[in-house]
């Protein structure tokens, strides 16, 4: 059976790093806050092209924390795409905002700038952009309409480590990105980990505070709400063992898109990611009318595949109150997306195979 993830098998790959880097920290002596987690900081700062990087406990808290420590709170509403994983729509609730679900763009599948503007209103304080897929949202037009009405931005960078617009990276066109490092990341540790990267000294300061009790540097003083939501020291360490290593993975992980992209050009039913140089593919996602047939179609020849993500977030019941409006993109896709696997030690010596059966499927349904 070929998996749609295995973050076990990166482990595999990179056993010697990780246990070097493990063993580093358990001979150290500061197991919370200390040299690996700052050592981290200043690596991905650098990699991210921001010039803070604050880590925390998970992907969710670096978006919630990000939001608190720009204002966003009770009262406030976030404008985000429903078509993303919880945790992005949960931050917004974590800090006492309200999520604002608008839909995606059909191409892209990243947040429509034409509906964040038509969903402005007096409360909205913030814009959540996802690059979802590891495909950049249309920045430069969410920018502009944040200007315009003076909003935070907060970029969403969990499934999107490396990727860039016109040559700059993801992360650096808001006020602050929140990357996510769960196992089956484009870098990811093992466990859960986050990072909130910003170039304003500032809002670094106050992240670094709510993290770690409200306490400001050096203190242990709570100067203001607090949570304990620090990057652990041993996924620090492993964390900066494997980001050497992410470039030439993420080119693995274009260079198998490709190949899937050459044989699965010529289905009129298969709707294939956009094809976009900066893209990172944190996932493979196509499109077919009967998805759930070509998933069963994979399995039965030993292909896992997996369905991201469904249903949309305003069908959520946590996420109810907030769906108002009809979200037609969102809806459509989130019927018929399925992610083949792209993780390169998963679909490196595959990505034939699987789209052989990907091609049997849509010639038999056509
Ligand atoms: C787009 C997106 N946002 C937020 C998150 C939340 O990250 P975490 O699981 O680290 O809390 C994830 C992933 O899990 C994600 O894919």
Not at 124 to 153: Q, W
Not at 189 to 194: H, M, Q
Not at 277 to 303: C, E, K
Not at 321 to 345: H, K
């Amino acid at each position: 059976m070929i998996p749609q993830a295995a973050p076990q098998w990166r482990v595999a790959r990179f056993r010697g790093e990780i246990n070097a880097a493990v063993a580093s920290v358990l001979g150290g002596h500061g197991y919370i806050l200390g040299s690996a987690v700052a050592g981290f900081e200043t690596y991905f700062a650098t990699y991210s092209g921001s010039e803070h990087c604050v880590g925390v406990a998970s992907g969710t808290d670096a978006l919630a924390l990000a939001l608190r420590a720009l204002g966003v709170g009770l009262g406030d509403e976030v404008i985000l795409p429903a078509l993303t994983f919880a945790g992005s729509a949960q931050a917004v609730l974590q800090c006492g905002a309200q999520p604002r679900f608008v839909d995606v763009d059909p191409r892209t599948r990243c947040i429509d700038p034409a509906a964040a503007a038509d969903a402005v209103n007096p409360r909205t304080a913030a814009i959540m952009p996802v690059h979802l897929f590891g495909h950049p949202a249309d920045m430069p037009t969410l920018m502009a309409l944040a200007v315009r009405h003076r909003l935070a931005v907060v970029e969403d960078c969990a499934q999107s480590h490396g990727a860039t617009l016109d040559g700059r990276p993801l992360g650096t066109f808001g006020h602050a990105a929140a990357y996510s490092f769960y196992p089956t990341k484009n870098l990811g540790c093992v466990g859960d980990g986050g990072a909130v990267v910003t170039n304003d000294a500032g809002l670094a300061e106050r992240v670094r505070s709510l993290r770690n009790y409200g306490f400001a540097q050096g203190e242990r003083i709570s100067r203001t709400l607090g949570f304990n939501s620090r990057l652990d020291e041993i996924q620090a360490a492993i964390l900066a063992a494997l980001l050497p290593y992410l470039d030439a993975a993420n080119a693995e992980r274009r260079a198998i898109a490709a190949r899937y992209r050459s044989a699965l050009t010529d289905f009129p039913d298969l709707g294939l990611p956009p094809d976009h140089g900066g893209s990172v593919y944190h996932q493979f996602a196509l499109t077919h009318p009967d998805r759930d047939g070509l998933m069963n179609h994979l399995a039965l020849a030993g292909i896992g595949s997996a369905v991201h993500y469904a249903p949309g977030l305003h069908r959520h019941p946590a996420f109810y109150e907030n769906a108002d409006g009809r979200l037609p993109v969102t809806e459509a896709l989130s019927q018929t997306l399925l992610s083949l696997p792209i993780q390169p030690e998963v679909a490196g010596d595959h990505a034939e195979r699987i789209s052989a059966a990907v091609v049997t499927f849509a010639a038999m349904a056509r």
